[in-house]
């Protein structure tokens, strides 16, 4: 999504797969730098919730990247990417077989 008009409603949409009572969030920050008006934090964020429609918390674990943009003063998020958080696995157990 792109512009706050689908983003908005992405978030709207999360937000709502989620138990709001009791939730726990814990932030990594393994790097983070800037270069002029350009920022990035690379994060892992590890959150316990209660996911509707089940009956205990959960934990997710994500890979998180944040870059940011200096506009007139303010820091903005300009993009937001997460990955679930992954075991280590073999090189092998990675590809394909065909």
Known sequence: ERGWDQ???R???AATRFRPSGAKLQV???SSGTSGDLAYVVSIERAEALVVGKD??????????HLFRKEGGDWKLIHRHADPLMAKTAPDAVFSTR
């Open 11 to 13: 978030y709207d949409w």
């Open 7 to 9: 983003v908005g409603p």
């Open 56 to 65: 205990k918390p959960r934990l997710h674990e994500l890979r998180v990247t």
């Open 28 to 30: 990594e920050v393994l």
